[in-house]
């Protein structure tokens, strides 16, 4: 039987996580340079309207049909069998449609995030292609994987509450990869571009905080106690991971920046994603506390000795980050918290400590090596890097023929 209230909830969730794709683009648009700001705003927003078509005609079918295998199939195309009653195998007190626009929302803004990585040089047409391929052959199955009924990361224990693996993980190693395939933008030892607009950045930060209660508060798919506990532990990581790279800013810099504060917020958010259904307010602000630390490591130390130009870090803060929070949550999972999860190694299962860590396996080798399958197809096919010419004009104007801003300072 629907419930009216848990309905209610999912809806609201599902505009909060569709707002986190604007978010985003305000967060990422205010760090690229001021040539290439409406280039990210409009990746993101084509995103939103080419995976929302993708995940209705063949997305959500591949992704959650139930089916033993690869993935879920075809037997829910164009959402056939997908009507306005519960399915109780997903959620059983809101219509499936409500379950299928909430998840659609998390397929659009996966690839999105990994935009970060290669901004400021990937052309437009490249990009769509690359998007649209890596939804249907990294996203769909990996998601199956996890989340879906026969899934058999799912079978085998899995613990993620609201995306860790499925979606920062996942996003994260595909930014490695096409940021180490792409090459650095040009002239970037000699010019380091810094953020154009940080209001743009703190602006994104906001509203993804915001956004972030219907991602991880929405995935109890129910107005309860456990959406209670999500939304009360996200908060706390979030603000413990802001404050936490403020910290690590002032002892190494002697200044905190509001950059830090944004980008160790984000950490933190993305940290206690897969957790926040299975763990309790102390160890959230432990992971909070810790995420800042691993992901400004990767950010400031391994990203310059290694030399990849992951141009707004969304590895070194989504995908380390994600490590961090699926590893966490096999450490402080507890049944007291989620009676329907497992304990984790600090309550007594050493076991799901296990399972965590071959789940982050499995999701880093699967998407490295299928990124770089589609990133090789789509440059043989079309070529994926913009000219060096149209790069130093940059994408506003040579992508779309469009500029950010009409007067100049």
Request: charge should be neutral.
């Amino acid at each position: 039987m629907v419930n009216s209230g848990d309905t209610a909830w999912v809806l609201m969730s599902s505009a909060l996580v569709l707002l986190m794709t604007p978010a985003l683009a305000f967060f990422y648009g205010g760090m690229v340079r001021r040539k290439n700001v409406l280039s990210v705003l409009m990746q993101c927003f084509i995103v939103m309207c080419a995976l929302s078509i993708h995940w209705v005609l063949i997305g959500y079918s591949l992704s959650f049909a139930p089916a033993k295998g690869f993935w879920g199939g075809f037997a829910w195309f164009g959402l056939r069998g997908v009507g306005l009653e519960p399915y109780a195998d997903y959620a059983g007190t809101i219509p499936h449609q409500a379950f299928m626009i909430y998840q659609c929302m998390f397929a659009i803004i996966t690839p999105a995030l990994i935009i970060g990585a290669f901004a400021e040089r990937m052309k437009f047409s490249a990009f769509l292609i690359f998007t649209l391929l890596w939804a249907t052959f990294v996203y769909a199955p990996l998601c199956h994987w996890v989340w879906g009924m026969g899934g058999w990361l799912r079978n085998l224990g899995a613990l993620d509450f609201a995306g860790g693996t499925v979606v920062h993980i996942n996003a994260g190693i595909a930014a490695l990869v096409t940021a180490l395939i792409l090459g650095k933008r040009v002239n970037l030892d000699k010019n380091v571009p810094t953020p154009h607009n940080m209001p743009f950045v703190v602006l994104g930060t906001g509203l993804l905080w915001f956004g972030w209660f219907g991602f991880n508060a929405g995935s109890a798919l129910a107005a309860n106690g456990l959406a209670v506990n999500a939304f009360v532990v996200t908060n706390t990581a979030a603000a413990a991971a802001g404050l936490s790279w403020a910290l690590i800013e002032w002892l190494r810099n002697g200044k905190p920046t509001i950059f830090g504060v944004c980008s160790g917020a984000v950490a933190g958010l993305v940290a206690i994603t897969p957790a926040a259904g299975f763990v309790s307010v102390i160890p959230a602000i432990i992971i909070g506390l810790l995420v800042s630390v691993f992901s400004f490591i990767a950010v400031t130390v391994i990203k310059p000795k290694l030399g990849y130009d992951d141009s707004l870090d969304a590895f070194g803060v989504h995908c380390v980050g994600g490590i961090w929070g699926a590893l966490a949550t096999g450490l402080f999972a507890s049944k007291l918290v989620n009676p329907q999860g497992a304990d984790g190694l600090f309550f007594g299962n050493p076991k799901q400590f296990i399972i965590q860590a071959l789940t982050v396996l499995v999701t880093i080798g699967y998407t490295f090596i299928v990124t770089f399958v589609i990133y090789k197809l789509v440059d043989l096919l079309i070529g994926v890097r913009v000219k060096e010419e149209e790069e130093l004009m940059g994408l506003d104007l040579t992508q779309h023929h469009e500029r950010a801003y009409t007067v100049l300072e």
